[in-house]
């Protein structure tokens, strides 16, 4: 069995990793609306994290014995034009299709 926890962008700290850690946690569900506008990020919103951002992240969880499980949600700034079919579908769904790529690579999900 795999005990899980979520946690929200303000969340995703050294602090909280101790805790998870503490508490028997070996995943984490990173809910990332909001991350890029996290303390120390400083990203536009509409910015789709990279490769070395979610690196970044996944290093940090693994540096507490902790698994960097999935993503929970994306910014609305993300995909609306996917959803209504809008000017910007195209960009928004490439910008989706190569997170995917990228989570795959470092193993996310």
């Known amino acids: 069995m795999k005990i899980g926890l979520g ?7 050294e602090e909280s990793y101790r805790f998870a850690c503490q508490a028997g946690v070996t995943h984490v569900v990173a809910h990332l609306p909001g ?3 996290r303390d ?6 509409e910015k789709m994290w990279t490769a ?6 996944k290093e940090e969880m693994n540096s507490h014995g ?16 996917v959803l209504i ?4 579908r195209d960009e928004q ?7 995917l790529r990228v989570m795959g690579e470092l193993g996310i999900g």
């Not at 902790?66 to 034009?81: G, P, S």
């Open 7 to 13: 946690l929200y962008p303000h969340l995703l700290t």
């Open 35 to 37: 991350f890029a506008r």
């Open 52 to 57: 070395d951002e979610l690196a970044e992240l």
């Open 66 to 81: 902790l698994e960097f499980a999935a993503i929970e949600n994306f910014d609305v700034e993300h995909w609306y034009d």
């Open 40 to 45: 120390g990020r400083g990203l536009p919103a």
């Open 93 to 99: 769904m490439e910008g989706l299709q190569q997170l």
């Open 85 to 88: 079919d809008g000017p910007r």
